[in-house]
Nanobody
Framework: QVQVVESGGGLVQPGGSLRLSCSAS????????MGWYRQAPGKERDLVAS???????IYADSVKGRFTITRDNTKNTVYLQMNSLRPDDTAVYYC?????????WGQGTQVTVSS
């Protein structure tokens, strides 16, 4: 069982920045594909960004150029740097750890972009 824990959410004004962190347990973290997803009220949970073991990154079109996903395998942690935040970025952000055919999710962290 992999434990996944997010942190770093909060309230920020439009145009501001936040950095989310996600730690995942396990001695083989470096092999996990890690992803950030978000879910706004009344909407489906969608992929924001992911990073593989290589590492290769994928971003949703809506966040390209504004968000950056990175990983630190020495700390079993993945980060999501979010810049130029917009009100439509408001959502609960979830971290996902994918290894083999299994997915493990964190409890989510709220990000609210509002003036």
């Amino acid at each position: 069982q992999v434990q996944v824990v997010e942190s770093g959410g909060g309230l920020v004004q439009p145009g501001g920045s936040l950095r989310l962190s996600c730690s995942a347990s396990g001695s083989i973290f470096r092999f996990y594909t890690m992803g950030w997803y978000r879910q706004a009220p009344g909407k489906e949970r969608d992929l924001v960004a992911s990073i593989t073991a290589d590492p290769r990154t994928i971003y949703a079109d809506s966040v390209k150029g504004r968000f950056t996903i990175t990983r630190d395998n020495t700390k079993n942690t993945v980060y999501l740097q979010m810049n130029s935040l917009r009100p439509d970025d408001t959502a609960v952000y979830y971290c996902n750890a994918h290894i083999s055919v299994r997915d493990y999710w964190g409890q989510g962290t709220q990000v609210t972009v509002s003036s």
